[in-house]
């Protein structure tokens, strides 16, 4: 692409540090055009009734490309963030501003692909290449000691051996300038209500009340490791259910691509290196690797890991129960720990990992309700969703997914007893238990 014009086709990578697409693009190109497309398919609805993506989901984006944006902007350049159909919108900008050559960073799941294939359809008819980069995972695909077809079937395989035979590379520094000459005008970011989406409510107890975007994100982990050292308890607290640093909470900004898990890895060794290392500031990277696996696992399992029968087409019944299903997700199953987390979701976009977990065998193992439909529900509601941690966490929990232990329950008393046992966090979001429970 050296002293090309290039269209830079930003995805789920919405930052400037350790941005190889953008990198490469900034230092070779003659130009550059930073775009992002909201697909449209996001505003569908479900067949159960909610749309793809949600309000919270949304917001959290639009914050993210709102932050973007400006730092585009201060290395001169523009963003242009468009509504529509990826392959069109492209075809049309490489014919208006004479674009020799486009980049991207590469995804593994059907959607994301699909746009890919039809991107590269309209561009073959003009001749104008397309080059993919791996750039969301701590280790690079390359680098894991693996085809990905011979992939490990569990997690702690993949983790043992990747840990002893593969290096984590070093992040690409965000470049001093995007050179910029083309004569169009940053556009505005759209708002909910460009889509009839009305602008969700502030909870004052959820969890996550953080902003979207790099500057926010890299200022959260300067506070959680440096200032404030919540790092060095994390694998005691991480199962915590009460307040906004009990984990990390870059899950949204992972998901995002706000920022790059080499960074977060880069900045944990250092606070081992200058201040302490312990399991906990371990543990932090243990999660990084988690979701390096889902993501080479969908690579691996291509569609299957939407299937309800999972990645190995086990045969189980499950039930398309809509009544039960919509009990649960508003939260009135009756089962206290269980609403009180749904409530959480439902009203704030957010849930915690031990809450996951729970709600997620309660739907799949007590109600034996499609976990497909619990995953469809989380895609739609949570800010940090993630497709290959989503539905691969789901299938592992449901029992079709990479899980070496097929009857994985989580008893709902006895995590009560272990993680809520004052009751606080079930009253925080129900009342007190002799109060009526209100939706």
Request: charged share 25%; glycine share 4%; with cysteine.
């Amino acid at each position: 692409m050296k002293g090309k014009r290039v269209l830079c086709w930003f995805t789920d990578n919405l930052r400037l540090h350790d941005n190889e697409m953008l990198w490469q693009a900034a230092t070779k190109a003659s130009a550059v055009l930073p775009v992002y497309i909201i697909p449209e398919r996001w505003f569908r609805q479900h067949p159960l009734g909610f749309p793809k993506a949600g309000a919270f989901r949304l917001k959290f984006l639009l914050e993210s490309l709102t932050d973007l944006q400006e730092q585009v902007k201060a290395k001169q350049a523009n963003l242009l963030v468009l509504r529509g159909e990826p392959s069109e919108i492209i075809r049309s900008l490489v014919k208006e501003h004479n674009i020799q050559h486009v980049v991207a960073s590469t995804a593994v799941t059907a959607e994301e692909l699909q746009d890919f294939e039809r991107t590269e359809k309209e561009l073959k008819k003009v001749q104008v290449p397309i080059d993919y980069y791996w750039q969301n995972t701590l280790y690079q695909l390359n680098d894991i000691p693996w085809p990905i077809h011979r992939l490990p079937e569990n997690f702690t395989s993949f983790r043992k051996e990747a840990e002893q035979e593969a290096t984590v590379r070093q992040s690409f520094p965000v470049p001093d300038v995007i050179p910029f000459d083309f004569k169009i005008e940053t556009t505005p970011i759209p708002s909910l209500g460009d889509w009839d989406i009305p602008q969700p409510k502030n909870d004052i107890r959820t969890a996550y009340p953080f902003r979207g975007g790099e500057s926010a994100a890299i200022q959260h982990l300067q506070q959680y490791i440096w200032e404030d050292e919540r790092i060095t308890t994390y694998k005691e607290t991480r199962n915590e259910l009460i307040g906004t640093a009990y984990s990390s909470k870059v899950s949204a900004w992972l998901a995002v691509g706000s920022i790059s898990p080499r960074y977060v890895y880069e900045e944990v060794k250092k606070f081992e290196e200058k201040r302490i290392k312990n399991d906990s500031t371990y543990w932090l990277i243990f999660e990084l690797l988690w979701r390096d696996y889902f993501r080479f696992a969908a690579k691996k399992y291509g569609n299957a890991i939407f299937f309800k029968n999972g990645i190995h087409n086990k045969k189980y019944t499950w039930q398309n129960d809509i009544e039960k299903f919509e009990r649960w997700r508003l939260g009135k199953t009756g089962e206290r720990f269980i609403d009180a987390n749904m409530r959480e979701l439902l009203h704030t976009g957010f849930m915690s990992n031990r809450g996951r977990q729970n709600v997620a065998c309660y739907l799949a193992k007590d109600l034996k309700v499609n976990w497909t439909w619990g995953a469809a529900w989380f895609e739609s509601q949570l800010i940090d969703y993630d497709v290959c941690s989503n539905w691969l966490n789901w299938a592992y929990i449901a029992g079709v997914g990479n899980d070496p232990r097929e009857d994985r329950y989580f008893n709902t008393e006895s995590q009560v007893r272990k993680y809520d046992p004052k009751g606080l966090y079930m009253e925080r979001w129900l009342g007190p238990v002799n109060e009526t429970i209100k939706p």
